[in-house]
């Protein structure tokens, strides 16, 4: 089976991330004050052959632990999908 | 004695490193393409600067699966030495070779400029020719080199001497202004346990002749020879 899985990457939380602190300051400037906090990460999506949505996302998961995310800074979320026939490009 | 200077897809400081090694010391140097896997007849290895693999995902992260990193880390476990500088420094992070991580300069800038370094450490095999405590000017370049790591392994660097070069003012103190890229406790560059693997993000191999506004680099990589030369290192 085909799944599409988006692995999300960003600064762990206990970490200063200057990239959102500018947007939030931007966001504030621009009028919305109910913004309390905003932190900027990353979305890598990958298409891939596996047996279950389980097996896709133990892989996906070793794929972030090895390569994707850096567990010094980084925390990461997977997400699975099934790939609709049709919709590869 | 024979360097190595590895160069990954997207290094652009190979060149300065070679040609310091070579033409400024005289010292046998040889390039190392990045999908090579020996390393036999190598001392020492140079992990030079640039954007190795455009920087993608994180600065290093690819390089560090590259073919000849395999053969590092044996070479590192033989008791060679290894420097990497900037995106070298970066490498060795990923490569679990050095402790911590880079962040985004916390000004958000890429910065370009020199800057005055504490040898904080003189009896390591890359700067065993500087005085203690010396303040030396190197120029860096780099848009992630907030050196990141957690308290404790932080407090662990300073207790074991492994902080070997700090930001510092002309007057030698690490204050908050003289740190360019918010870097942990003003840290330039570090070593690892054994002392055989050196990461600095200022890049000496651009200050090792006058010509170039700066000589102070250059006892980095005369520190080395001398080391090798003397076996002072390898004897431990």
Known sequence: MKFKGTVTVWLKESIFDPQGAAVKGSLAAMGFKEVENVRIGKNIVITLEAESPEAAKDLLDSMARKLLANPVTESYRVYVEEEKAGAQR | MKFGVVVFPGSNCDSDAYHVLRDVIGADCEYVWHESRDLSGFDALVLPGGFSYGDYLRCGALARFSPVMDSVYKFVDEGKLVIGICNGFQILLEAGLLPGAMLPNDVLEFRCQW??????????????????????????????????????????????????????????????????NGAARNIAGIINEKGNVLGLMPHPERCSESLLGGEDGRRVFLSMIKSLETGAFLSK
Do not use: C, M, Q, W
């Open chain 2, 115 to 180: 800057v005055n370094l504490k040898v904080e450490n003189t009896s390591t095999p890359f700067t065993n020719l500087y005085k203690p405590g010396e303040v030396i000017r190197v120029p860096i370049a780099h848009g992630e080199g907030n050196y990141y790591a957690e308290p404790e392994v932080l407090d662990e660097l300073e207790r074991a001497g492994r902080i070997v070069f700090r930001y510092v003012d002309a007057y030698g103190n690490p204050t908050r202004e003289a740190n360019p």
